[in-house]
């Protein structure tokens, strides 16, 4: 592997990443690795419809192939769902790939790579095993030309970067690069953004066991005050238990339900994030905002931002960190 296929045209390269947040957004940097070594590739990305919206956000990415299947699976049965998955079906097919590259490793991301076409001797390139705790499935191998083995503790940002350096021939030896615009100062805000700086709580998460405690962030928010602190939620509990956290803080304002861009907003915008080990979080830290990542139940090595010096990271599986030590790092990135 290595070789540019078919001459010197340029690559044509898939890479499908589809779920989660967090994890599609540790596939970007696979991105520009590829297009330093390969300046004319086209890449293009198959992701779950939700997340479009962010994988936009790099200008690299030439076409972006929705998934629905979160959609999809609720209604299988109706034509107007199968017709749409016939159209993604040849959507995928348009284009025939030197390199398609399945990152997440189950066998809905290895059907689609079964599905995409590939050019004579092109080559369809995965991962060899899951990493520790990983919901890896071996089945998706099937699919594949060639698997990559990689160190079960390897971070979440450095397992496809790894994948493609080893299919395309080049080192990974440089710091991750989301790929991400920079913030101007003369980009159109929101209504409910503030004027003046502002902290960010990502709160919220899926598993309970990841989270810190309420009196927590009730406790740093009075610390941090008078900063404005909003509250982004994406259910009906977390809604619940941002109206919590600001019943105790005046200093404190539950935002309303966010779509994924303006969420991608929010964080990019932040003078100060402070979240758990959720996707939004490494939104924050991908964007280089000064950023406190919290680890309550998840291993830290796993996801912990480390490309950038205004990214701390606290805690670890079963050892969350006080609120001396979270008010300690927001204070040093607050400068």
């Not at 995409?116 to 990983?134: D, F, Q, T």
């Amino acid at each position: 592997m290595g070789a540019q296929a078919g001459g010197k045209r340029p690559l044509n390269i898939l890479l499908v990443r589809v779920s989660s947040l967090g994890d599609v957004l540790h596939n970007l940097p696979m991105v520009a690795d590829i297009a330093r070594h390969y300046p004319d590739a086209n890449i293009d990305w198959v992701v779950e419809e939700g997340y479009v919206s962010l994988v936009r956000l790099n200008a690299r990415v030439r076409t972006i192939i929705p998934f629905a299947l979160r959609r999809w699976r609720k209604s299988l049965g109706k034509p107007e769902t199968r017709a749409e998955i016939r159209a993604f079906f040849r959507t995928l097919r348009q284009q025939q790939y030197d390199y398609v590259f399945d990152t997440q490793g189950l066998l809905k991301t290895g059907i689609i790579m079964g599905a995409a076409r590939i050019v004579k001797g092109g080559h369809k390139v995965g991962l060899a095993n899951g990493s520790e705790g990983s919901g890896y499935e071996g089945i998706s191998r099937w699919f594949h030309t060639d698997s990559i083995p990689t160190d079960p503790r390897t971070h979440a940002v450095a397992r496809g970067r790894i994948v493609a350096g080893a299919a395309l021939g080049y080192p990974v030896d440089t710091p991750a690069d989301f790929g991400l615009p920079a913030v101007s100062p003369d980009e159109p805000k929101p209504d409910w953004m503030p004027a003046t700086p502002y902290a960010v709580y990502f709160h919220g998460t899926a598993r309970d066991a990841k989270k810190w405690a309420p009196q927590n962030w009730i406790e740093l928010g009075r610390q941090l005050a008078p900063m404005p602190i909003l509250l982004p939620w994406g259910s009906d509990k977390e809604k619940a238990e941002a109206e919590h956290l600001a019943a105790g803080l005046p200093n404190a304002r539950v935002l309303p339900k966010l779509p994924m861009a303006d969420a991608t907003l929010l964080a990019r915008h932040a003078a100060l994030a402070i979240g758990v080990d959720t996707g939004l979080t490494h939104i924050a830290a991908a964007f280089t905002v000064p950023t406190v990542e919290i680890y309550a139940d998840s291993p830290r090595w796993k996801t912990e931002g480390n490309w950038s010096p205004k990214i701390i990271n606290l805690g670890d599986r079963g050892a969350p960190p006080s609120v001396a030590e979270v008010l300690a790092a927001a204070r040093t990135l607050l400068g």
